[in-house]
T-cell receptor, first 116, second 111 residues
Framework: DSGVTQTPKHLITATGQRVTLRCSPR?????VYWYQQSLDQGLQFLIQ???????AKGNILERFSAQQFPDLHSELNLSSLELGDSALYFC???????????????FGEGSRLTVL | LAKTTQPISMDSYEGQEVNITCSHN???????ITWYQQFPSQGPRFIIQ???TKVTNEVASLFIPADRKSSTLSLPRVSLSDTAVYYC????????????FGRGTSLIVHP
């Protein structure tokens, strides 16, 4: 158990819909990362927050948005869903921003999104 | 950002030692080398991290030559449960480092 909690674990929805994925980081971790993993794209970085502020953006679509709340949990909002958005969405946390020397990212179990 | 190159796939048999090499020719002075393991439908899990020479923990060893342009993850006596994708990441401490996962190496351990 990494200590990172993601909900829901599975989500099935239709094209055009909007969903929200939730992530609770490990206790004390200030940094949250979101990744998307699909079969043909591998693990793609989407966005990072540190202590409530956006710190870095990757290949995140304009239809997607995220935020980190004062209690440090984060939400990833996906709107106008398309078939191609079907993927595993992972949240990871770490104690510091960009802190490689302290060790690792702690990943959640992921949220599997299926868009029909 | 240092680019990494690792084999797409490897096969091994139970009980063998597996070595996965990662090339990172443009590694920067402050960059660390980190390896993750990912099982199907699970999030990646940290295995080991190093800066130079050799690092060993209860799971694996990491060998880094003096020029640091490559690194080798060594898994001793693999079992079927070591079948997973292994990712090599290179990046520096602090600043704007974003852990970037390539396609990784898919290791299949056969009975």
């Amino acid at each position: 158990d990494s200590g990172v909690t993601q909900t829901p674990k599975h989500l099935i929805t239709a094209t055009g819909q909007r969903v929200t994925l939730r992530c609770s980081p490990r206790s004390g971790d200030l940094s949250v990362y979101w990744y998307q993993q699909s079969l043909d794209q591998g693990l793609q970085f989407l966005i990072q927050y540190y202590n409530g502020e956006e710190r870095a953006k990757g290949n995140i679509l304009e239809r997607f948005s995220a935020q980190q709340f004062p209690d440090l949990h984060s939400e990833l909002n996906l709107s106008s869903l398309e078939l191609g958005d079907s993927a595993l969405y992972f949240c990871a946390s770490s104690p510091l921003w960009g802190a490689v020397d302290t060790g690792e990212l702690f990943f959640g179990e992921g949220s599997r999104l299926t868009v029909l | 950002l240092a680019k990494t190159t690792q084999p797409i796939s490897m096969d091994s048999y139970e009980g063998q030692e597996v070595n996965i090499t990662c090339s990172h020719n443009n590694i920067a002075t402050n960059d660390y080398i980190t390896w993750y393991q990912q099982f199907p439908s699970q999030g990646p899990r940290f295995i080991i991290q190093g800066y130079k020479t050799k690092v060993t923990n209860e799971v694996a060893s990491l060998f880094i030559p003096a020029d640091r342009k490559s690194s080798t993850l060594s898994l001793p006596r693999v079992s079927l449960s070591d079948t997973a994708v292994y990712y090599c990441l290179v990046g520096g401490s602090g600043g704007s480092y974003i852990p970037t996962f390539g396609r990784g190496t898919s290791l299949i351990v056969h009975p």
